[in-house]
């Protein structure tokens, strides 16, 4: 009977310590499941605030051009107070810049708010912020755009030498652009304006050859004509 007793306590202790074994495998591997859950969630919670953060983000920016658009447009307006209308576009333009760097916005409305200064006359400020736009810039045709008005602000200036400096980094940047022949014939007055003729010229006729079906063709064909070339 000893033998029996002793027996069944060694079966009852091996069986005892067989399903220790199981439930710690069990408990070791339940921890390893519910971390690596907790790990999941966490970085599913991240990643959609994450994205819903930059959609909120993106809405805003949305909405605070457009309203910057809407204050642009009252400039057309008869009887509108355009000075002041032009502050409250700087006010609004430099809030879109600081608030919404990383998307296009700020680069669209520093580049209106020049163009407007530009269509108003105040050369100085389009100049500034032109340049703005272009350090700002990372699209190609907003650069173009933007290097294109400060050289036309400083050709209204009357700083026909810095102009043309300008007309030529365009040029060599941009050789190709649909949009480049504008350039060359403003490149070209500013030279007429300083009576560098041959530099006009150079021009004119590069505008012929890389653009034979531009819209200034015949402008470019008439200050040849002009010029005796």
């Known amino acids: 009977m000893a033998v029996k007793r002793r027996y069944k306590y060694q079966k009852d202790s091996e069986e005892h310590s067989r399903i220790e074994k199981i439930r710690d495998t069990f408990l070791r591997y339940w921890r390893i499941i519910v971390a690596t859950l907790v790990v999941i969630t966490v970085v599913l919670t991240?990643?959609?605030?994450?994205?819903?953060?930059?959609?909120?983000?993106?809405?805003?920016?949305?909405?605070d051009y457009a309203n910057f658009v809407?204050?642009?447009?009252?400039?057309?307006?008869e009887g509108i107070d355009k000075e002041a209308t032009l502050k409250s576009l700087e006010k609004e333009a430099k809030e879109i810049v600081d608030e919404h760097s990383g998307t296009v916005f700020p680069q669209l409305a520093i580049l209106n708010l020049a163009t407007a200064f530009y269509?108003?006359?105040?050369?100085?400020?389009?100049?500034?912020?032109?340049?703005m736009?272009?350090?700002?810039?990372?699209?190609?045709l907003i650069k173009l755009s933007s290097q294109w008005?400060?050289?036309?602000?400083?050709?209204?200036?009357?700083?026909?030498?810095?102009?043309?400096?300008?007309?030529l980094?365009?040029?060599d940047?941009?050789?190709?652009?649909?949009?480049?022949?504008?350039?060359?014939?403003?490149?070209?007055?500013?030279?007429?304006?300083?009576?560098?003729?041959?530099?006009?010229?150079?021009?004119?006729?590069?505008?012929?050859?890389?653009?034979?079906?531009?819209?200034?063709?015949?402008?470019?064909d008439d200050m040849i004509s002009r010029l005796g070339g």
């Open 119 to 131: 269509e108003n006359g105040n050369y100085d400020k389009a100049k500034k912020y032109y340049q």
């Open 169 to 171: 980094q365009i040029k």
């Open 46 to 63: 991240s990643y959609y605030t994450y994205n819903y953060i930059q959609t909120r983000k993106k809405e805003k920016a949305s909405i």
């Open 173 to 220: 940047r941009f050789i190709g652009d649909p949009l480049l022949p504008g350039v060359l014939i403003r490149g070209a007055e500013c030279y007429i304006k300083l009576q560098k003729y041959d530099d006009a010229l150079k021009l004119l006729y590069l505008l012929r050859a890389q653009y034979p079906d531009s819209a200034f063709r015949q402008k470019a």
């Open 149 to 167: 008005g400060v050289a036309d602000c400083l050709y209204y200036m009357g700083r026909y030498e810095e102009a043309s400096n300008y007309y």
């Open 133 to 140: 736009c272009d350090d700002l810039a990372d699209d190609d």
């Open 70 to 77: 809407e204050t642009l447009r009252t400039l057309d307006k």
